[in-house]
C-alpha cells in the first residue's frame, strides 16, 4: 500500500536557524513527488515537483532533494513568513497520496 | 489568471439537509480532482473527474457522496443526507494533464454539519 511518512510532526526554529524536513515514501511506479505549503484556512500552495532520484530544485529559502526513498525539504535562513504547515505527497496514477505535514514555527 | 476557484468558503448544515460544493478550474485546465481534509487528518483523494466523465472514484464513500463536471459549468460535489462526520474541509484541484502533471488547490470549502 502507498504510504508517505513525514517527520518531525511539529518543528519550531528561531530566525535564521536552518534545518530539514523529512518525506519518506513507498509507492510503486511514482509518477512524481510534490511539496505544498499550507497556511491556516487556505489551500495547499504548489512548491515543487520531482520526477527522479538526485533532482534538486530550489525557490528562495527553501530547496527540495530526492532518492529512492525519500525527500528533504531543506530551509535555510528561515524567516517568520516561513511557518506554515509543508506537505509531501506521491502521486499514483492520478492521485495524490498525501503525508500529515510537518507543522514548522519560526520565531522571530 | 485566475486560480481554482471555490464556493462556497463555508457551509453549515444541519444533519439530513444536503450540501452542494461547487469548484471552477484554472483557466486551460481540463483535470478536476476533490480531496478531504478531516480535522487532525491528512488531506484524503475522493474523486477524479474530466469533462462528462468520472475517472475514478475509489477514495468516494459508497453512499451519499457524488460528483460531476458537467460540459458547461463548474465541478459539483454533492453530499446527501449530512452527518457530523461529514464535517471537514474539502479541496479542489485542478491539473492541465494528469500523470506527472501539478495539481492546484483552491482555498476550499469548510463543511460545519451541526
Known amino acids: 500500500e502507498d504510504q508517505v511518512t513525514q517527520s518531525p510532526e511539529a518543528l519550531r526554529l528561531q530566525e535564521g536557524e536552518s534545518s530539514s524536513l523529512n518525506c519518506s515514501y513507498t509507492?510503486?511506479?511514482?509518477?512524481?513527488l510534490f511539496w505544498y505549503r499550507q497556511d491556516p484556512g487556505k489551500g495547499p500552495e504548489f512548491l515543487f515537483t520531482?520526477?527522479?532520484a538526485g533532482e534538486e530544485k530550489e525557490k528562495e529559502r527553501l530547496k527540495a532533494t530526492l532518492t529512492k526513498k525519500e525527500s528533504f525539504l531543506h530551509i535555510t535562513a528561515p524567516k517568520p513568513e516561513d511557518s506554515a504547515t509543508y506537505l509531501c505527497?506521491?502521486?499514483?496514477?492520478?492521485?495524490?497520496?498525501f503525508g500529515q505535514g510537518t507543522r514548522l514555527t519560526i520565531n522571530p | 489568471n485566475a486560480g481554482v476557484m471555490q464556493n462556497p468558503r463555508h457551509l453549515v448544515r444541519r444533519r439530513g439537509q444536503e450540501a452542494r460544493l461547487r469548484c471552477s478550474p484554472m483557466?486551460?485546465?481540463?483535470?478536476v480532482y476533490w480531496y478531504r481534509q478531516l480535522p487532525e487528518e491528512g488531506l484524503k483523494f475522493m474523486v477524479y473527474?474530466?469533462?462528462?466523465?468520472?475517472?475514478?472514484e475509489s477514495g468516494m464513500p459508497k453512499e451519499r457522496f457524488s460528483a460531476e463536471f458537467p460540459k458547461e459549468g463548474p465541478s459539483i460535489l454533492r453530499i446527501q443526507q449530512v452527518v457530523r462526520g461529514d464535517s471537514a474541509a474539502y479541496f479542489c484541484?485542478?491539473?492541465?494533464?494528469?500523470?506527472?502533471?501539478?495539481?492546484?488547490f483552491g482555498p476550499g470549502t469548510r463543511l460545519l454539519v451541526l
Open positions: 484541484a485542478s491539473s492541465e494533464g494528469q500523470i506527472g502533471e501539478t495539481q492546484y
Open positions: 509507492v510503486s511506479g511514482l509518477r512524481g
Open positions: 520531482l520526477y527522479s
Open positions: 505527497a506521491v502521486q499514483r496514477a492520478q492521485k495524490l497520496v
Open positions: 483557466k486551460g485546465h481540463s483535470h
Open positions: 473527474l474530466q469533462k462528462e466523465n468520472i475517472i475514478d
